[in-house]
């Protein structure tokens, strides 16, 4: 004979479940050549983690990018899901290691970094958090995964001198000679209280075609509403684990 249970006791256990809460950040993407793209950020939260997810479509719908990063206690999840082929990866990060995987889930590479990671839909997540580093003259030393040369490549992040209404700005740069081919600069601008991403100018992790050579997105980008920042968790700090 089945059990009867009780509606009370369904409710109980239903307001038991974790409850995801999502906020939406729409922006504008200014290409260089004139273009405009537009680039939307979902967070959702949970108890045990938090999704960031970014989206690129093109004026007509066609979707030029998208990633996900999951954010857990111990680990971090990122991954491009459309774009150029030679931009689609998954990029597991744990405190000790970094593993790339194709979309097939395939292990491409791996690593342990040395540095704390700077994934690009994070740059300026981190320098808020780091603001102690990246004021320092030679300011912070930081990763980013390159799955196409199958490593992690020196970039470094400064903090530079705040606009005339007190918004911080800080700047991501090459941090070698061999990321200069690739990699030019990004400036973003937060709020003067260090909890919202304002803009962002420079270079971008979107592809300007999705055929041929990959080349990347030189262009300005402005949120309608600023997106609020992220604690980010030791996994993407590094060694030197920052505060």
Do not use: N
């Not at 959702?44 to 690129?56: I, N």
């Not at 990018?65 to 680990?75: C, E, H, I, Q």
């Not at 990959?214 to 590094?238: I, Q, W």
């Amino acid at each position: 004979m089945k059990r009867h249970i009780p509606a009370t006791v369904w409710l109980l256990w239903a307001a038991c479940l974790p409850v995801q809460a999502a906020t939406t950040f729409d922006g504008t993407l200014r290409e260089e050549g004139g273009g405009e793209l537009r680039l939307v950020e979902a967070i959702t939260t949970t108890p045990s983690e938090t999704t960031l997810t970014r989206r690129v479509d093109e004026p007509t719908g066609a979707q030029r990018y998208a990633s996900r990063t999951v954010l857990g206690a111990d680990r971090v999840v990122w991954s491009v899901g459309a774009g150029h082929p030679a931009q689609r990866v998954t990029v597991e990060i744990t405190s000790g290691e970094v593993i790339a995987r194709d979309p097939s889930g395939r292990e491409r590479w791996r690593a342990k970094p040395e540095a704390p990671l700077c994934l690009p839909e994070l740059v300026a997540d981190l320098a808020v958090q780091a603001d102690a580093q990246v004021r320092d003259e030679e300011g912070l030393a930081c990763l980013i995964p390159i799955d196409k040369a199958k490593k992690l490549a020196p970039l470094r992040l400064r903090r530079m001198a705040d606009a005339d209404d007190g918004s911080r700005r800080y700047v991501l740069q090459p941090g070698s000679l061999g990321m200069r081919l690739f990699f030019s600069r990004q400036t973003f601008t937060v709020s003067a209280d260090g909890r919202r991403l304002l803009a962002a100018d420079g270079q971008f992790e979107v592809a300007r075609s999705l055929d041929g050579r990959l080349r990347y997105v030189d262009g300005t980008l402005v949120f309608r509403a600023p997106r609020e920042l992220l604690k980010l968790p030791s996994a993407l700090l590094g060694p030197a684990r920052v505060p």
